[in-house]
DNA sequence: ATCAATGGATGTACTCTACAACCAATACCT
DNA sequence: AGGTATTGGTTGTAGAGTACATCCATTGAT
C-alpha cells in the first residue's frame, strides 16, 4: 500500500461518506422539494424546455421514475408540460414562474450553505478542489461529466447530453 | 461573481452531481449488499463491536432506521448481536466471519474501481484531492469529519464518534 | 421507591426507485 | 401503403430506506 494507494483509499472514504450525508441531508432539508425533483426541475430550468426522456437519461433514472417526479412537481405548479407540435409524443417540460422563482431561492441558500462552509479556504485551494472534482466526475473510460448545469460559466467542459456513470464511490 | 464564488458554485454543482449519481450508483450496484447496509456493517466491522445506538448517533439515522438495517444484516447471516453482561439493554453488534469476508471482498473490489478511475492521476494531485475532500468534510463550524474508517492509517484527522452535519450540498 | 433517561423494537407512512406492461405516436422498410 | 419496430410516456406493482410516534425493558438518579 503506497501513498497513492493510501490517497484512493481516503478519496473513497470520504467521497462515500460524503455521498451518505449528501442523502440523509437532502431528505431532511429538503421538506418542500426533496432533492430529487429539485435537481430535475434545475436540469428542466437550465434547459429551457426538455422532455423527460432526456433526463431519464441523463441522470439514469428509469423513465416511469421521472414520469411520477415530473407530475409531483406539475402538482406543485413548479413544472407545465407543453405539447412538442412537431411530436405529439413529446411534453415539452418548462419551469412555471413559480418554479423558477423556488429554484433561484434554493440555489442561493445553497450558494450561501457552501460559502460558509468553505469561508476560509483561499481563492487558490477552492479553484484546485474545483478542479479535481470536475476532473474526478469526468473521469474514467466512457464517463461523461454530470453536466447538470451546462448553462453555468463555470462548466467549461461539459460535454453533450449525456448519461452519467455508475460511480465507483458506491459500486462494490 | 469572482473567482472564488465559481469555484465554489463548481464545488457545489460536483459535489451534488457526484451524490446524486452515488445513490443511483448504489441502488445498481449493490444487489447483494444495500450501501447502508455496507456503510453500517463496515462501521460495526471497524469499532470491533459497537451498538445501534452508536450507528444512530454517527450517521444521522434514526434508531428505527438502524434497528431494521441490523434486523435484515442479522437476518443476512452478516452480523450478530451479543449482549452486553454490563448493561442488559444493550446489543454489542459484531461481523460474523460472513459479514467481515463479504467486506473486504466488497472493499476490495471498491478499491479496484476507484484505482481505476483515478489511474491517470499523479500521486500529487490524489494527495491532494485526498486533503481537499478530509478538509471538506471536516469542515464548518461543528461538522466533524465523518469517520467511517477510523482504523484506517490514512484517517489521521478522524475525529470522536460524532454525527455528521447535514451538508450544503443538498441543503436548500 | 419512584420517576426520568437510555437502548432498542414495532406500527405506520412517505419518498424514491425499478421493472413490467401498456398506450399512443412516429419512423422504418419492403 | 401496410406492417413492424422504435420512441415517449403512464400506470401497476413492489421493495428499499427512512422518519416519527409509541411502546417495552433496563438502568440511573433523587
Redesign the pocket.
Known amino acids: 500500500m503506497d501513498h497513492a494507494d493510501n490517497a484512493i483509499d481516503t478519496i473513497e472514504r470520504e467521497l462515500t461518506a460524503f455521498a451518505?450525508r449528501a442523502?440523509?441531508a437532502?431528505?431532511?432539508l429538503?421538506p418542500d422539494l426533496?432533492?430529487?425533483?429539485y435537481t430535475l426541475l434545475a436540469h428542466i430550468n437550465d434547459q429551457r424546455g426538455c422532455?423527460?426522456?432526456?433526463l431519464?437519461a441523463h441522470?439514469?433514472?428509469?423513465?416511469?421514475?421521472?414520469?411520477?417526479?415530473?407530475?409531483?412537481l406539475e402538482k406543485l405548479g413548479l413544472v407545465e408540460?407543453r405539447p412538442?407540435p412537431?411530436?405529439?409524443?413529446?411534453?415539452?417540460?418548462h419551469p412555471t414562474r413559480a418554479g423558477a422563482e423556488l429554484l433561484s431561492a434554493t440555489h442561493a441558500s445553497r450558494h450561501t450553505a457552501f460559502q460558509e462552509r468553505l469561508a476560509d479556504w483561499s481563492e487558490e485551494d477552492l479553484t484546485r478542489f474545483a478542479a479535481y472534482l470536475l476532473r474526478y466526475n469526468q473521469a474514467g473510460p466512457s464517463a461523461p461529466s454530470d453536466p447538470a448545469d451546462p448553462a453555468d460559466p463555470a462548466d467549461q467542459t461539459s460535454q453533450a447530453d449525456q448519461p452519467d456513470q455508475p460511480d465507483p464511490a458506491t459500486a462494490a
Not at 426533496?34 to 425533483?37: A, E, K, N, R
Not at 422532455?51 to 432526456?54: E, K, L, M, N, V
Not at 441522470?59 to 414520469?67: E, F, G, I, M
Request: cysteine-free; charged content about 30%.
Open positions: 451518505r442523502r440523509a437532502a431528505a431532511r429538503h426533496p432533492l430529487v425533483s422532455r423527460a426522456t432526456d431519464a441522470y439514469l433514472l428509469d423513465k416511469s421514475t421521472v414520469s411520477r417526479q415530473i407530475g409531483s408540460r412538442d412537431d411530436d405529439h409524443r413529446v411534453q415539452v417540460l
